[in-house]
T-cell receptor
Framework: ETGVTQTPRHLVMGMTNKKSLKCEQHLGHNAMYWYKQSAKKPLELMFVYSLEERVENNSVPSRFSPECPNSSHLFLHLHTLQPEDSALYLC???????????FGPGTRLTVL | ELKVEQNPLFLSMQEEKNYTIYCNYSTTSDRLYWYRQDPGKSLESLFV?????AVKQEGRLMASLDTKARLSTLHITAAVHDLSATYFC??????????FGKGTRLHILP
């Protein structure tokens, strides 16, 4: 499989649930990103990892917890989310920070 | 606080015409990005501009950056229907948060 994959593609969860979003890239890239796209707000860059170290955390609430165990995988752990966290969560990777990114298809999250 | 303003937000244009999308931002920044999004699809990275005067071109799209004017432009030459999409710019200083514009929805009429 090539490119950037995300699982699951759709997720419905209650406010008390804990779930994780997974992103995998098969491009040999060194940087990975989480973005949030909701209907009512501009796109947000949430987290940036470069060489498995978090290099940017853009004022994201602690109920979102990223994890980058290796350069090919990125997770977003979710717990006690709010309905306003319902959004499309996009993962991306790039060869290095500030080079062109390749995006996954996204996970459509609904929080009830 | 950094503010990013794109205009226009909506643009309907004829094929073969030229047009420009503007991205203005409020504070000094050294990173500017352009993205494309088709309806119901993920994002596509178009250009990364990292220095004053940077100009990049890909097909019918050309992006430029003027850091002194705090302005980037995305110029479309001889538009074709396939370029219909929403275009986003994003701006951010190297040690601070990246902020996205609201996007420009471009509709190219055959």
């Amino acid at each position: 499989e090539t490119g950037v994959t995300q699982t699951p593609r759709h997720l419905v969860m209650g406010m008390t649930n804990k779930k994780s979003l997974k992103c995998e890239q098969h491009l040999g890239h060194n940087a990975m990103y989480w973005y949030k796209q909701s209907a009512k707000k501009p796109l947000e860059l949430m987290f940036v990892y470069s060489l498995e170290e978090r290099v940017e955390n853009n004022s994201v609430p602690s109920r979102f917890s990223p994890e980058c165990p290796n350069s090919s995988h990125l997770f977003l752990h979710l717990h006690t989310l709010q309905p306003e966290d319902s959004a499309l969560y996009l993962c991306a990777s790039s060869q290095e920070r500030d080079s062109s990114e390749f995006f996954g298809p996204g996970t459509r999250l609904t929080v009830l | 606080e950094l503010k990013v303003e794109q205009n226009p937000l909506f643009l309907s244009m004829q094929e073969e015409k030229n047009y420009t999308i503007y991205c203005n931002y409020s504070t000094t920044s050294d990173r500017l990005y352009w993205y494309r999004q088709d309806p119901g699809k993920s994002l596509e990275s178009l250009f990364v501009l990292l220095s004053n005067g940077a100009v990049k071109q890909e097909g019918r799209l050309m992006a430029s950056l003027d850091t002194k004017a705090r302005l980037s432009t995305l110029h479309i030459t001889a538009a074709v229907h396939d370029l219909s999409a929403t275009y986003f710019c994003a701006v951010g200083p190297r040690d601070d948060k990246i902020i996205f514009g609201k996007g420009t929805r471009l509709h190219i009429l055959p």
